[in-house]
C-alpha cells in the first residue's frame, strides 16, 4: 500500500501565499515523480507542477499559469513535495490534489492519488 497526503490549504487574500506538503508513504522503492493537480469547480482537473526527483538538473516544470509564482521543491529522503505558492489570484481557487508515481518493492508501478486540500482566494 502507498499513501499520498496533502496539507497547508486554506483562505488566503489575493496577492497571498500558500504553503501546499505532499508526503507520499507505505511501499515504496522509488518515487518517478510527484505532482500537484487542481480542480476548479466546472472545470477539469489540470497539472499545476512535476517534479522528477531523483533526475539530475532541471527536474521541474510548471504549467504556464503558475510559472514565476509557484515553486515546486522535494525533500527526497522524505518522499516529501511542497508547492510554495505566492501572489496568488482568485483563479488560483480550487482543489489541489498530489499524486505520486512510484515504483514498489515488488517493481510493480503506481500512481497514487491525495485526498485533495481546497485553497480559497478571496478578499
Known amino acids: 500500500q502507498v499513501q499520498v497526503v496533502e496539507s497547508g490549504g486554506g483562505l488566503v487574500q489575493p496577492g497571498g501565499s500558500l504553503r501546499l506538503s505532499c508526503a507520499a508513504s507505505?511501499?515504496?522503492?522509488?518515487?518517478?515523480?510527484m505532482s500537484w493537480y487542481r480542480q476548479a469547480p466546472g472545470k477539469e482537473r489540470e497539472l499545476v507542477a512535476k517534479?522528477?526527483?531523483?533526475?539530475?538538473?532541471?527536474?521541474?516544470m510548471y504549467a504556464d499559469t503558475v510559472k514565476g509564482r509557484f515553486t515546486l521543491s522535494s525533500d527526497n529522503a522524505k518522499n516529501t513535495v511542497v508547492l510554495q505558492m505566492n501572489s496568488l489570484k482568485p483563479e488560483d481557487m480550487a482543489v489541489y490534489y498530489c499524486?505520486?508515481?512510484?515504483?514498489?518493492?515488488?517493481?510493480?508501478?503506481?500512481?497514487?492519488w491525495g485526498q485533495g486540500t481546497l485553497v480559497t482566494v478571496s478578499s
Open positions: 507505505g511501499d515504496i522503492t522509488t518515487i518517478t515523480s
Open positions: 517534479i522528477l526527483p531523483e533526475a539530475p538538473g532541471i527536474n521541474t
Open positions: 499524486n505520486a508515481d512510484v515504483l514498489r518493492r515488488d517493481f510493480s508501478h503506481s500512481i497514487v
